[in-house]
């Protein structure tokens, strides 16, 4: 993270009259921080950049992206107290939300037997790159970082300008390097779509059987090659079984991020 972010996440945790901190004597300490459940690593690179700014001594016992299990010694460190107290909860700040993301994501890539796993951008104004960092880690695709990445159409664009004329829009509009992307919510805008040429139709809250007809309807037509199918919207670890099933590439759970646990792991000095 860029050195302005760090501090400014440094000044919303310590502030400007740290009591907290103050009292506790300048001991040379070491500290662990270790986890109390399984999971999937994801935030030590962060962690490590706090602990650093802290002048603090950093040995980690895992990557990112590693597998953990319960009493794993996540990092070990060493310093002086109140600088370990200081640096103690953002550090695990990071670690714990980026963990828990990371952790849910790796169960939702192992059950979509090879279709494409992404997250949205349902994400935490300011933590957005962690978030989505996070997912990759655990083995997800991080989809669109911001409107710039590619041509979203979505139901509120053809609710003002229509299906075909969004897409020719899109197309004078945007580099021959952005994909467009359409949300449908069933086979006539779906049909629509694919015959304007899109690059990727995404099925919009539909239900799995739903889905399953409009792709056997995008074959019969003869339309499918060529076209990325994706499927989003109340999508959540017990039921993407029932998406990955119905044929498309890539399933998009805004739940990786907006509804996962922290992985539990806490700071103890020794």
């Not at 999971?39 to 980690?60: H, K, M, N, S, W």
């Not at 990557?63 to 695990?92: C, F, K, Q, Y």
């Not at 300011?126 to 159409?153: P, W």
């Not at 799995?208 to 037509?221: G, K």
Request: charged share 25%; glycine share 10%.
């Amino acid at each position: 993270m860029l050195i302005t972010e760090l501090e400014q996440f440094i000044q919303e945790d310590v502030g400007d009259d740290d009591t907290s901190c103050s009292i506790v004597p300048d001991a040379w300490v070491h500290a662990r921080i270790i986890t109390k459940e399984a999971g999937v690593l994801a935030g030590l690179e962060e962690c490590r950049q706090v602990i650093d700014y802290f002048g603090l001594e950093f040995e980690p016992g895992f990557d990112d992206g590693d597998a953990i299990n319960p009493g794993d010694v996540v990092a070990d460190i060493w310093g002086m107290a109140p600088d370990v107290l200081r640096a103690e909860r953002l550090s695990l700040n990071f670690l714990c939300r980026m963990s828990g993301i990371a952790t849910v994501t790796a169960r939702c890539a192992a059950d979509a037997g090879g279709v494409r796993v992404a997250c949205t951008r349902k994400t935490t104004p300011g933590f957005r790159k962690f978030e989505k960092k996070a997912v990759r880690l655990g083995g997800g695709d991080t989809h669109r970082f911001n409107l710039s990445d590619a041509v979203m159409i979505k139901d509120n664009h053809i609710a003002i300008m229509g299906i075909e004329n969004a897409i020719h829009a899109a197309r004078a509009e945007a580099s021959f390097t952005k994909k467009i992307e359409v949300e449908v919510s069933g086979a006539d805008e779906m049909l629509t779509a694919a015959r304007a040429g899109v690059d990727i139709i995404m099925f919009d809250n539909m239900l799995p059987d739903e889905i399953s007809q409009c792709i056997q309807t995008l074959e019969d037509a003869k339309l499918r090659k060529g076209i990325i199918l994706e499927t989003s919207g109340g999508i959540n670890p017990d039921n993407i079984s029932e998406y990955v099933g119905t044929g498309v590439n890539v399933v998009s759970m805004g739940s990786l991020i907006h509804s996962s646990r922290w992985l539990d792991m806490g700071l103890d000095i020794l």
